[in-house]
């Protein structure tokens, strides 16, 4: 209550001025209603060099399928910027460059030693507002997991790693883990 009273004073003062503020990066961005369906629109731009985008545009569609979103793709250039698109009835415009990795931790002690296999993410996620295409909120999440040699797979890591995300983004969000 005390943000939205500083804020609304704040954009008073300035229009009065004849000038205009960004929102005050200290208020939050509701993206979900409170029946949870979702007050955005959601762009996605999944980049790595080691990890098949497919298989995370495949378990984020099927979140967004769930949440009834449509996943519009972008370039990680245009991630960065207030995606064009005809006019919603959506308050926000929600982008994400998703880069998931898979590689080995070095072992510098040894020159050609290797250490265990390492799967990690890390998400960058901006919150446009759709009248003003203003940026309001960035967020970064990122996680590293060590892989258990003997698991053989990668996809339990990766799956983890999506849900570990859609926690942060979608917090009443719970889809049991894939058997």
Request: proline share 7%; aromatic share 8%; glycine share 6%.
């Amino acid at each position: 209550m005390r943000c939205r009273a500083m804020v609304f004073g704040i954009l008073s003062v300035l229009a009065l001025q004849g000038m205009s503020a960004p929102v005050h990066a200290g208020c939050g961005v509701q993206l979900f209603a409170d029946n949870g369906s979702p007050r955005f629109s959601f762009y996605l731009a999944c980049v790595s060099k080691t990890v098949n985008c497919e298989i995370i545009e495949r378990k984020l569609g099927d979140w967004a399928d769930e949440r009834q979103l449509t996943v519009h793709d972008l370039t990680p250039d245009e991630a960065a910027r207030f995606p064009a698109e005809p006019a919603t009835d959506q308050p926000y415009r929600v982008t994400v460059r998703y880069a998931p990795e898979m590689g080995s931790v070095s072992n510098s002690l040894e020159s050609a030693s290797t250490g265990a296999p390492v799967v990690s993410y890390a998400a960058t996620v901006r919150v446009f507002d759709v009248a003003s295409g203003k940026l309001l909120k960035t967020m970064n999440w990122h996680k590293e997991t060590m892989v258990d040699r003997d698991q053989g797979a990668a996809n339990p890591y990766l799956d983890a790693q999506v849900r570990d995300f859609l926690k942060h983004l979608d917090p009443t969000y719970t889809k049991p883990p894939a058997s």
